[in-house]
Each structure stands twice: as structure tokens, then as C-alpha cells.
């Protein structure tokens, strides 16, 4: 039960949010923001306390808390809240700051505090529904926005699709091992070799789907630009970095807790994805002038490098994996926290909303510059770092001809975040007015820029620690 | 002490960019403070620089000054620093220009100085830690975030195609390096860790080195840069600003010199040997078709880059004739000449982009064709800018001599048609120099412009008299910096005479 006292405590907060909340008028939404505010850090702090230093099973074993879980999850609390502070301001300067913004991002907290320590294919499922329902509704918050009600219908649609095909493909698997637990999966296949056949992989094709779906991988990338446009900025932040981690979750739970038996047959598939989505984002990321689409595409190309990490099928592949996951979202978070910043006279989202940025607000064109080599793969930013750890793995298990298209893809990718810088340092201003952030937002994303450099600069630790949680 | 000067020098300049990145461009600030700091930094960095060079013993080939840490545990990283004979020069090279760079640029540069500066001194750092990185991790880092200065710098300060240029030179140069990058973790594979000593005892197979040798020729050819893949530096010079040509010219393509000498040889001999006759008529096309090329220039900064890549070509032709002997410990003398080459190259050409920058400050044209006569109104430039061109056409007494005969001698004594080719540098380089100097500087004064330039203020005497000092002294005198790098490069000729095939005696 204690391990589980994050999730539950969380509930209870959404439930005590969502009544204080109908008492609260527009004035007042700010206590909203502080109560949910409030419940992260509480609930960061009983992960922190309750995460055990081995494995441990919980509710008949549908329910697993290790270091690992403790990671991912402290991470995506982090990232939720950071999304909150930078949303802050725009939200209200919007006229949209409502308690549902803050609701539905708790409740996508929940799922993905639940997929991240489900052990049982049902809870991963449960978990996944959650996040996903309020993201739907989340991209279609600004209900005055026909785009965002757009991408959000896309969005739902795909999605539904998505998660169809991974119920049945968990059908699939549930009825070939007679188990729906990632332990008993796997030692059913420990035990029985012969179920290494055509029947699960069957099943496995389209859980992989499923999870390619959740990732935004290609060829099920279509919903992901889309979205990543059409929702509002702060919606895009959190799209953009905590479900990720969850996703990773999901695809080492299911892949290599309990199909890591039958590693051949997924090997090839999760590899050609991952290739896929490389060149494909890169190079199409390239055409875009919308940077929150740009940004997408990145994404894309960004869920190559990590699904490469686990194609290896080596712990120090997927220490890759996540340590890349990890430092990805944080680049991420950092990007959006400026286009939200930027956002004074309704949303920044094109390329030419940055031109001249270096004059208007020159820190804040420091911390974008930051993000984007480190995107970009260029040392010492920790972008290079997460790629060289994920390049070593892939070279590690033999596919050196792989790793060259790996660094080849990320040299086109260059070309597009440069361009960024591009727009703002060499380009003049159109106009000269500086930009002003708020100190709370300032705070943050300054410490989120020069947290881009510092793991560049000492990213043994982080390494280390990935390394850990995995074994 | 001793055992922090490299980590001194490399982070002295960094941190001194760093804090005059924060302190920003503010009016109300006295407006030299910034000049100030960046030239007390640089000129700091110059006399840690010296004091290396007193406390360097050149009689020992092996690494000094070391420094060890563990940097990246689980990957074996280490931050591990050294120094030897071939290192130390391009250091002190760098560590020379940079102050000059400084100096010249002084009222030069009103456009938000203080980022400008700060730019070159994080550069020089970043240098200095290329020229002393023995870790390919911490190599390949110092060598791509290079490329972030010099790619500001190019596109804030440049000229009318600076986004071109500056994101020409930027992916070329990236592309070429990443699979050097691949390269290092192949490695890395073989030997446990990113030792670059380690990578050079490990034996390898003739096909992986192939392999190697191609992955490093890419990342080094672009940045010598060599024919075919030198289309970029043209562009990157005529729009970079004066300091931004002046660095890249005199050190940046420096380091793809370096890397072969101090990685593609010692990791792959053998693939060395396999492909150095490639190398050197590559190199031949580099000195006698961009001579012709640069002949045709009639934009004064085109012209020297064309000319820089024509010098280059004498590095890489002195590298590769080594394996043209019987013996290749008898590839001494064309090493060195390399070597000495890149010095040289380094104070010329650095030497001949401020003059270019000296009149552009005045009249605004890189153009031949608007100048004529410039003698007539500028005297004493005139007399420096004779004096580099003559040092750039390889005139004895002249620092630019002493490596083009080296390398001369070196290949006439393996193959006289080797030597015939490099010889032509010596007219077509007095062709195309003299013959600008001719159009510049001689005749009669062409237009009104050309009548109102006013000569030399004090500052840009100095900068150009030290450089002047030096490429003569070089010229006469240049014993001290061939004993500098003799033991190191013959401990280098016996390395890489043992092939590293496994089952294969030498």
C-alpha cells in the first residue's frame, strides 16, 4: 500500500482540487493553481519516500515499485510542474485560466503515475486511458479555437484506434501465456519456448503499434505535428514532456519486462521504426515554418534516437534510452517555456516570432540557443551526451553501419536548429520592443537553461544513475 | 602549478568570455572596460602561454603537463590533457594571434562589442583545449563546440551572405565530423576506453583502419581544408569580419593539419600508407589547380583564401610523402617542413587578412579593382603588405620559405614529378600575390577614394609590425621551433613505421 501512497494521495488532492475549485471564482482561480501546485510537491515528496531500494510488488502483483519507477515518476511530476509556472501568466493573460487546465493535467498525471508502475497489462492499459482521455480533452481546452478543437478530434480518433489495437493485441498475449503480469509473462515464456511463435508475435505486432502510437513513432506519427500545432502552447509543453516518459515506461515494461524473452522478434520491428522516425523527422521538420509543428517533427526524430537505445536489447542500451528520455524532456520543457514566454500579443508559434530575439530579451535567446544545440546533438550541451550514451549502445551490439545513419540524420537535423538561432541572432527584430517575462517564469527557465548546459558539462552523475535504476 | 597551466589556459579565456557575456553591452559603462578585459585575458593567456614553452622539455617525445580525472565514469571519459612537440607550437600559435585579434578589432567592431569579444576569447579556449585534448571525447567537444562562436560570429558580424556562409560552414564542417565521432566509439569498443595513446596501441585490421582513415580524412579534409571539399572556406572568409577570417585562417584550418598528424597516423598507419598516394595528389591539386584558382580572384579575401587553401596543401603533401620512402623514419624532414608550414601559414595569412581588414575599414571594398596606388597615400601599410605577400610567396628570409623548402626537398627525394608540382607554388604564389600587390598598391592613385585613405594609426602598426617581427624571425632563425618538435616527430616516424595489423611483423 505504501507504495501506492503517491497515486492515492493524488487522488484524493484531484478530488479536493476539483470541489474547491467549483467555489473559486475567476478572480480567485489562483488558488487553484497553488492547491495543484501544493499536490505535486506532496506527492513528489511521498515518491520520494516510498521508493524502495529493490523491486517490490504490491496489490497481487499488478503493481510494481523499483528505482526506476521512482525516476520516471519524480521526473514527470517535475515536468508538470514547471509547465505549470511557465503556463501561469499566459493562461491568464489568455482568459483561459480555468480550474480545468489544471485538472485534467492532474488526472494525465495520474495515468501516468499508473503506467509507469503498472507490472500488469490491464493497469498499463488503465493507466494509459487516463493520460490519454485528458490529453484529448486538454488539446481541445480553448474551446474558441477551432484548430485546437480540430487536432483534438485527430488526436481522439487515431488514439482510439491506437489503444483498440493494443487491447487486442494484450488479448493476444493474455490468451498465448495465460497471464496478463509482465513477471508471468516472461517466465511463461522462460518455460515454454515453443510459444515463441507466429501466435504472440502476432499479438506483439500490435501492442508495438499501439506503443509506436503513444510515442508518436512512424508510421504512426500523423496525430503528433497536428497536435503539437493546434493545442495551445502550455497544453503542447505538457504533451510534449511528461507523456514521453510514460511512453518509455510502457515500452520497457511491456517489451522488455515481459517480452524481453522473445527479444529477436520485436528487435527488427522497434529498429526500422526507429529508423524511420529519424530521417523522416529530421528531414521533414526541415519544411516547417511553424516551430511548435518543427518542434513536432523533432519529437519524431527525437523517439528514433530512443527507440534505437532499445532495439539493442542491452542494459546499456536502455540506460541509453532513458538517460536520452530523461534530458529530452527537459530540452523540451525548455523550448515550449520560451515560445510561452514569448507569447505577450497571442501565440508565438511561427519562425518569424523569434527573429531579432538576441535584442529584445538577450537571456531569453541565450536559453533557446541553449536548447537548440542541444537538440542539435552539439557538445557540451547534454543533447550530444544523451546521443554519444545511445550511439555506444547501438555500436555496442554490432550495428556500427546503423550508428552512421544515426549521426548522419542528426547533421540534418542540425540544419533546422540552426536556423532557429538563425532567426535569432542574424535576423533583425521587426519590432524593437523588449520583452518582459515574469520573475516566476524567468526563475524557472533560467534554471531550466543552464541545467541543459550543466548536464552537458557533468552528466556522469545522471549516467550513472540511469544505470542503476535499470540493472 | 605546473601540472594546471593547460587547464589555466584553456579555462582563463572561457570564463573571461563568460563574464563579459553577463556584463552585457551597457552604454553607460565607460566603453573600453570591455576591450580592456578581453585584451587582459588574451594577453594573459599569452604569457601562461610562454611560460609553457620555458617549462617544456623538447628533448623527451613523450606527453607533459598531464592532467587526469575521471570525467564520465560508466563511458570511461576522462578529462586527460598533455602536451608534446607537436601540440605545443599550434598552442603557442594560438595563443599569439589571439591578443593581435583583440587589438585589431579594438574600435573596429560597434555592434554589440562585448558578445564579439567574449566570442573570441571562449574560441581560444576552446582551441587551446583541441591542441591539448588526449581524449577523444574531450577532443571531439572542444572541436564541435568550435564551431558555435565561429558560427556567431560569421553570422552576427559578417557581411552581406553571412547566413549563407555561416550555415555552409557550419553543417560542412559537422557533417564532416560526426562520423569521426563514430569512429571514437568504435573504437572506444576495442579499447575500453577514449585514451587517444590507447586508440594508438590497439591493433586493428587493415579494413578497419580503411574505415577509420576515411571517417577522420572527412573530418580533417574539410577542415584544412583539402580539394575537393574546400568550397566553403571561400565563402566563410569574404563574409566573416576581419577577426573572424584572421582566426579561422591562422588556426582553425590549422587543426585538420593536426589531426592527421596527431590521429589518422598513429591510429592508421597502415590505411595512412594505403592511401597516401591519394593524399598527396590530392594535395598536389590543392597546390597547383586553387594556384590557378586564386589567380582568377578579383575580391582581395577570396584571393588569400584560395591561396590559404593552396598553403594547406603543403601541410597534408608533407604528412603523406613519409610513405614515398623505403624507410619512413626518413620522413622526418617533410614532417616538420608540415609543420613549420602551419606556423608560418598561421602568422601570413593571419598577417595578410588584417591588411585586407585595414582597408576595408577604410574604404568598405574588398574589391582589386577599387583600389590602385594605395602606396601613394598609405606608405608605411604599403611596406608591411609587400612584406607578407613576399612571405607568401614563399620569399627566403621568410618564414613562408622555410617550410615550402622543406617540404620541397622531402618530396624531390622521393619523386621528382611530386616536387616539379609543389615547385609550381612558388611562381603561381608570387603570381597571384605580387600581381594583386601590382593592382593595390602600385600605379597611380584610380580614384578619389583610394586619395582621402590615411595611413596606419598607431594600434594597427603595432599589430602588424609584431606579426611582421615574427614571420621574419621565423624566416632567419627558425631552429628554436624545429628543436621544439624534432623529438616528437621522430618518436612519431618509428610509431608509425610498425604497422598495427594483428599477426604482421614490422
Not at chain 1, 425 to 443: M, R, T, V
Amino acid at each position: 500500500m505504501l507504495s501506492a501512497s503517491a497515486e492515492i494521495f493524488l487522488v484524493i488532492m484531484i478530488c479536493i482540487v476539483l470541489v474547491v475549485d467549483l467555489f473559486v471564482n475567476d478572480k480567485d482561480r489562483k488558488v487553484t493553481f497553488w492547491l495543484s501546485f501544493g499536490t505535486l510537491i506532496a506527492t513528489a515528496a511521498l515518491v520520494m519516500n516510498n521508493t524502495p531500494e529493490a523491486r517490490e510488488f504490491i496489490f497481487d502483483g499488478s503493481y510494481v515499485n523499483d528505482p526506476l519507477a521512482g525516476l520516471l515518476k519524480i521526473a514527470s511530476i517535475s515536468m508538470v510542474g514547471v509547465g505549470f509556472i511557465y503556463s501561469r501568466h499566459y493562461l491568464i493573460k489568455n482568459n483561459l485560466m480555468k480550474g480545468e487546465f489544471f485538472l485534467l493535467s492532474l488526472f494525465g498525471l495520474l495515468g501516468i503515475l499508473i503506467m509507469i508502475s503498472a507490472n500488469s497489462l490491464l493497469i498499463m492499459y488503465l493507466g494509459l486511458e487516463t493520460l490519454s482521455l485528458s490529453l484529448y480533452a486538454l488539446v481541445a481546452f480553448d474551446r474558441n479555437s477551432s484548430i485546437a478543437a480540430e487536432s483534438a478530434m485527430k488526436y481522439f480518433i487515431l488514439g482510439a484506434i491506437a489503444s483498440g489495437s493494443l487491447l487486442y493485441g494484450i488479448s493476444w498475449i493474455y490468451g498465448m501465456t495465460g497471464s496478463l503480469e509482465f513477471n508471468e509473462i516472461a517466465l511463461a515464456i522462460a518455460e515454454n519456448p515453443s510459444l515463441n511463435s507466429l501466435p504472440l508475435w502476432f499479438g506483439m505486432a500490435f501492442v508495438v503499434v499501439g506503443i509506436a502510437f503513444k510515442f508518436g513513432a512512424v508510421p504512426f506519427h500523423m496525430w503528433l505535428p497536428d497536435v503539437y500545432q493546434g493545442a495551445k502552447t502550455p497544453v503542447t509543453l505538457f504533451i510534449a514532456t511528461a507523456p514521453k516518459l510514460a511512453a518509455f515506461a510502457l515500452i520497457y515494461r511491456v517489451l522488455v519486462d515481459g517480452l524481453g524473452g522473445v527479444h529477436d522478434a520485436w528487435q527488427g520491428t522497434i529498429l526500422i521504426i526507429s529508423l524511420l522516425s529519424l530521417v523522416l523527422g529530421n528531414v521533414v521538420a526541415i519544411a516547417q515554418t511553424n516551430i511548435k509543428r518543427m518542434l513536432g517533427y523533432s519529437a519524431i526524430g527525437h523517439v528514433g534516437f530512443i527507440f534505437a537505445g532499445i532495439f539493442t536489447g542491452t542494459q546499456i542500451g536502455y540506460a541509453a534510452a532513458l538517460f536520452y528520455s530523461l534530458t529530452y524532456v527537459i530540452m523540451a520543457a525548455g523550448a515550449f517555456g520560451v515560445l510561452i514566454a514569448l507569447s505577450d500579443e497571442g501565440d508565438a508559434d511561427q519562425l518569424d516570432d523569434l527573429k531579432g530575439l538576441s535584442q529584445r530579451n538577450p537571456w531569453l535567446a541565450v536559453i533557446m540557443l541553449f536548447v537548440m544545440l542541444g537538440m542539435a546533438g552539439i557538445p557540451p550541451w547534454v543533447g550530444f551526451f544523451a546521443k554519444l550514451d545511445v550511439i555506444n549502445a547501438v555500436i555496442d551490439s554490432g550495428f556500427t553501419g546503423f550508428a552512421v545513419l544515426m549521426v548522419l540524420s542528426s547533421v540534418i537535423g542540425a540544419f533546422y536548429y540552426l536556423r532557429v538561432i538563425w532567426y535569432m541572432y542574424f535576423e533583425q527584430a521587426p519590432k524593437s520592443k523588449a520583452i518582459i517575462i515574469n520573475k516566476d517564469l524567468g526563475a524557472v527557465i533560467s534554471i531550466n537553461g543552464i541545467l541543459i548546459l550543466a548536464l552537458g558539462l557533468f552528466p556522469g552523475a545522471l549516467m550513472q544513475l540511469c544505470i542503476n535504476v535499470i540493472n | 602549478m605546473n601540472s594546471s597551466i593547460l587547464s589555466l589556459m584553456i579555462w582563463l579565456p572561457i570564463f573571461a568570455g563568460i563574464t563579459l557575456l553577463l556584463m552585457g553591452d551597457n552604454d553607460k559603462r565607460p566603453k573600453n572596460t570591455i576591450r580592456y578585459i578581453s585584451f587582459g585575458a588574451s594577453l594573459a593567456t599569452f604569457f601562461l602561454g610562454i611560460w609553457l614553452y620555458l617549462e617544456f622539455d623538447n628533448t623527451t617525445a613523450s606527453m607533459q603537463f598531464i592532467e587526469k580525472t575521471v570525467w564520465i565514469e560508466s563511458l570511461g571519459i576522462q578529462y586527460y590533457l598533455g602536451v608534446d612537440g607537436i601540440s605545443v607550437p599550434l598552442i603557442l600559435l594560438t595563443v599569439f594571434i589571439t591578443p593581435l585579434i583583440v587589438m585589431s578589432s579594438w574600435d573596429v567592431i560597434t555592434l554589440r562589442p562585448a558578445q564579439y569579444f567574449a566570442a573570441f576569447l571562449i574560441l581560444e579556449g576552446l582551441m587551446i583545449g583541441v591542441f591539448s585534448a588526449l581524449d577523444a571525447i574531450l577532443f571531439y567537444v572542444f572541436w564541435e563546440a568550435m564551431l558555435v562562436p565561429m558560427f556567431l560570429i560569421i553570422g552576427i558580424w559578417g557581411g552581406q551572405r553571412r547566413i549563407y556562409a555561416t550555415l555552409k560552414f557550419f553543417l560542412y564542417t559537422f557533417l564532416g565530423s560526426v562520423l569521426m565521432l563514430v569512429s571514437f566509439i568504435y573504437l572506444y569498443g576495442q579499447t575500453a576506453d577514449f585514451d587517444l595513446q590507447h586508440f594508438m596501441a590497439t591493433p586493428l585490421s587493415l579494413f578497419e583502419q580503411q574505415l577509420i582513415f576515411i571517417a577522420f580524412l572527412l573530418a580533417f579534409a574539410v577542415k584544412v581544408p583539402m580539394w575537393p571539399v574546400h568550397t566553403w572556406l571561400p565563402d566563410a572568409h569574404v563574409e566573416a569580419p576581419t577577426g573572424g577570417s584572421v582566426i579561422l585562417a591562422a588556426i582553425m584550418l590549422k587543426m585538420g593539419g593536426y589531426g592527421f598528424i596527431r590521429l589518422s597516423m598513429p591510429i592508421a598507419p597502415d590505411a595512412s600508407e594505403y592511401f597516401a598516394f591519394m593524399m598527396i595528389v590530392l594535395s598536389l591539386i590543392a597546390v597547383t589547380y586553387i594556384g590557378f584558382v586564386a589567380l582568377m580572384q578579383i575580391d582581395m579575401k577570396k584571393l588569400i583564401a584560395y591561396s590559404s587553401i593552396a598553403h594547406m596543401g603543403f601541410v597534408t603533401l608533407g604528412f603523406f610523402i613519409v610513405w614515398s620512402y623505403g624507410e619512413t623514419t626518413q620522413g622526418a624532414l617533410g614532417v616538420t617542413g608540415a609543420m613549420v608550414q602551419m606556423i608560418s601559414h598561421g602568422l601570413i595569412s593571419g598577417a595578410m587578412f588584417l591588411c585586407v581588414g585595414v582597408l576595408y575599414d577604410r574604404m568598405h571594398s574588398r574589391e582589386i579593382l577599387a583600389y590602385g596606388g594605395v602606396a601613394n597615400t598609405m606608405p608605411v601599410f604599403a611596406a608591411f603588405m609587400v612584406l607578407f605577400s613576399m612571405a607568401n610567396a614563399g620569399l627566403p628570409g621568410t618564414s613562408g620559405f622555410v617550410g615550402e623548402f622543406m617540404v620541397i626537398l622531402a618530396s624531390f627525394k622521393a619523386n621528382f614529378w611530386f616536387a616539379f608540382l609543389a615547385a609550381t607554388t612558388l611562381i603561381l604564389g608570387a603570381a597571384y600575390t605580387l600581381w594583386m600587390v601590382k593592382r593595390v598598391l602600385y600605379g597611380e592613385v584610380a580614384n578619389d577614394n583610394v586619395a582621402k585613405l590615411t595611413d596606419l594609426n598607431s594600434r594597427e602598426f603595432y599589430v602588424l609590425s609584431v606579426l611582421a617581427v615574427s614571420v621574419l624571425l621565423v624566416g632567419v632563425w627558425p631552429a628554436p621551433l624545429i628543436d621544439l618538435m624534432t623529438a616528437t616527430i621522430d618518436q612519431l616516424m618509428l610509431q608509425i613505421s610498425e604497422t598495427k595489423i594483428i599477426g604482421i611483423e614490422a
